[in-house]
């Protein structure tokens, strides 16, 4: 009953330690968008970051493609809003 016990503890770990690795990997695959300078989190020099570059297109100079967060090819609301609502998250 014991080593049953201790083989699923073994087990629930190694799921567990196969679980925080799969989440690292999603997270260098797929960065968070919002996070524009890549900071690990979405405050709100990313929000302005964004805001800055209001209305640019690729054929602006100051053009950065990080602050086109829905990728369409211009910074808009969509892209502050974008940003906006996914405040406060948190890389670890
Ligand atoms: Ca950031
Ligand atoms: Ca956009």
Redesign the pocket.
Known sequence: MLSVTKRSARAADLENQLRVAALSIARIVTPNPADVNNDGKVDMKDISYVARRFMMTPADPLWDPAA?????????M??IGGSARRFGEIDS
């Open positions: 086109d967060i829905n990728r369409d090819g211009r910074v808009d969509k892209d």
